[in-house]
């Protein structure tokens, strides 16, 4: 692979990024980062977490993250995965997109979710992220519920394609 130095930047609240990102980063060798709210207030566990969850996207929420190393000069492959949200990527991305300024990169993004779709999850990201190089996108259908091992397989498939 001749994709310079990696990063891969995640969020995951039950645990089905988490598991994606630590893949690639197996795969790429790349360093993660995982963004975490200050206020953990959307719990993993129970049905809470979809009146919660959702509410914070449709108000346009943006909870303070937990403090990061925002300096992304030596990589130049940037990874982003996030789960989807009503449609969209999850506030604490919404944080992260508003207070990074990240350009010149290479971009490529993945999302876990439910129903079989992005949504507008990579259409909103791209537009935040004006000035990259977009290199791929992936959704994967919630992988500890609809089998781990295709996911990691379409995981291992997709950036042998987009890092090649
Ligand atoms: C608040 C909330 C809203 C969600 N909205 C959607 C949605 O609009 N579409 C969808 O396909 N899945 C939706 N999901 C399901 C998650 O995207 C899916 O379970 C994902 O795999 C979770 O990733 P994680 O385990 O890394 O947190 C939602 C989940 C939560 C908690």
Known sequence: M???????IYYSLTGNT???????AKIT?????????????VKPKGFMKFVWGGRQVKMGSMPELMPYDDNFDQYETIILG???????????????????????KKIAMF??????????????????????????EIALQDPQKKGLETAYER???WIGDILA
């Not at 996030?82 to 010149?104: C, D, G, M």
């Not at 439910?114 to 999850?121: L, P, R």
């Open 2 to 8: 001749n994709q310079g130095k990696v990063l891969i």
């Open 18 to 24: 988490k598991l994606m990102a630590e893949e690639i």
């Open 29 to 41: 060798g790349g360093d993660v980062l995982q963004l975490k709210p200050k206020n953990s207030d």
């Open 82 to 104: 996030t789960p989807v949200w009503a449609s969209r990527y999850v506030p604490v991305f919404h944080t992260f997109l508003s207070e990074q300024k990240i350009k010149n």
């Open 111 to 136: 999302c876990c979710q439910a129903g079989g779709s992005d949504g507008k999850t990579f259409g909103k990201m791209k537009g935040m992220l004006e000035g990259n190089d977009f290199i791929g």
């Open 155 to 157: 995981i291992r498939s």
